[in-house]
């Protein structure tokens, strides 16, 4: 026996994402079945459905950024009751025993994660090879990575936090943001327009940069406090050697060196976006300031919640365009263009119309 779920999926790197109908497991004694309400627009969803990053499997239906009720429990799940808003992420799964594993970063398991959508389905239960996203109405997740949603939040503006809100919440801590610090975040589209809320929240003096002119506005609405135009040679030139902590979100491989010159003696800049080569990589932005770059991937369980716990207190949720899912193939395409204020969310109940 499997549970029938309705969803959308595309076929190939070049077709449309349309209806498909595939199945999800029976829920195990550790499982929660979940009936989806929404789930956000990730751009890491389009690198994906167009094998952008290469390895995608098809038929594959994209979504990770989930958020639903409880509409049932397997006998030994005792965090969760039918009815309850939940969220899942980027993950239904990891070995649980590795280092990271324990250490509640399941993003870095040493035998790789299982993502929510594309990945290897170790646990089995369908015909189906690879694990199918949130695009549908319903999904049977370990009750592990289960995330509680605040009942203060609008469920469907707090789905894109499973994801925008998490790769940002996760580097600003683990780098230790706060006040009296001046942070920049690259890129104002789904994860940037978190980040500047997010190190808003905590404390810190924000700075947008941003290759387009016409968000400025938009910036400080969410929070920030300057805008820095990436395109202006001069501007940043000034602002050399200004900033504490950078969080740089660019989707595409792009040239580094105009942003590492931005940092302090000490400071880091960390690269959410690009899995491309990055260019201009020179040891003298780093050697004579002792300046690093790192990377970062989502954030683990543990500290998911912990982020929507605090976007619960703070009352941070995401600026959202929500549509219905016929209408997915277009926002995809506006994604892209940068043309969505500034994460797209499907209403899921769309999807019986
Ligand atoms: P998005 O909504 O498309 O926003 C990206 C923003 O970057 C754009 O709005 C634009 O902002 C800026 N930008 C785009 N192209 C640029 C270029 N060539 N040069 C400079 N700036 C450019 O994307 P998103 O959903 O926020 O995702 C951002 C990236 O993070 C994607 O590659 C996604 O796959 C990745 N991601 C990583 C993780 C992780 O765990 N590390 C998790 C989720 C997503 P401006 O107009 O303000 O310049
Ligand atoms: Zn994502
Ligand atoms: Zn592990």
């Not at 999800?24 to 550790?30: A, H, S, W």
């Not at 940037?192 to 810190?204: E, P, S």
């Not at 602002?239 to 740089?248: E, I, T, Y």
Request: one cysteine or more; aromatic letters at 8%.
């Amino acid at each position: 026996m499997t549970i029938a779920v309705h969803g959308y999926a595309t076929q190939s790197p070049t077709s449309e994402l349309a209806p498909f109908t595939f199945e999800r497991r029976e829920p195990r004694p550790q499982d929660v079945v979940i009936d989806i309400l929404f789930c956000g627009i990730c751009h890491s969803d389009i690198h994906s459905a167009r094998n952008e990053w290469g390895g995608t499997q098809y038929p594959f239906t994209p979504g990770h950024e989930i958020v639903g009720r409880v509409a049932a429990v397997g006998k030994d799940v005792s965090t969760y009751k039918a009815g309850d808003l939940v969220g899942v992420g980027c993950m239904v799964d990891s070995c649980r025993h590795c280092a990271s594993c324990e250490d509640g970063l399941e993003q870095y398991c040493e035998n790789g994660f299982t993502g929510t959508y594309g990945g290897e389905d170790k646990i089995g239960g369908t015909p189906h090879k690879t694990t199918f996203g949130g695009y549908s109405d319903k999904i049977t997740v370990d009750e592990r990575f289960v995330l509680r949603i605040p009942d203060n939040l609008d469920p469907a503006a707090a789905a894109p936090l499973l994801c925008a809100g998490i790769t940002t919440y996760s580097p600003l801590r683990h780098w230790k943001v706060g006040p009296g610090q001046k942070v920049g975040v690259i890129g104002l589209g789904g994860l940037g327009h978190m980040g500047v809320k997010l190190a808003h929240a905590m404390g810190a003096h924000v700075v947008m940069i941003t290759t387009s002119p016409s968000k400025g506005e938009d910036a400080r609405k969410l929070g920030a406090d300057e805008v820095l135009l990436s395109t202006d040679a001069a501007a940043m030139k000034a602002a050399q050697n200004s900033f504490d902590f950078l969080l740089n979100t660019i989707p595409v491989g792009h040239d580094v060196d105009p942003y590492m010159a931005l940092l302090k003696r000490d400071a880091a800049m960390v690269v959410v976006g690009a899995v491309e080569p990055l260019t201009n990589v020179n040891g003298i932005p780093f050697i004579f300031r002792r300046r690093s770059m790192a990377g970062s991937l989502i954030g683990g369980v543990p500290e998911t919640q912990e982020m929507l716990d605090f976007c619960g207190e703070h009352n941070i949720t995401c600026d959202i365009e929500t549509i219905a899912i016929k209408d997915v193939n277009e926002a995809y395409d506006r994604t892209v263009k940068g043309d969505v204020k500034y994460r797209f969310v499907i209403d899921m109940a769309s999807l019986e119309s």
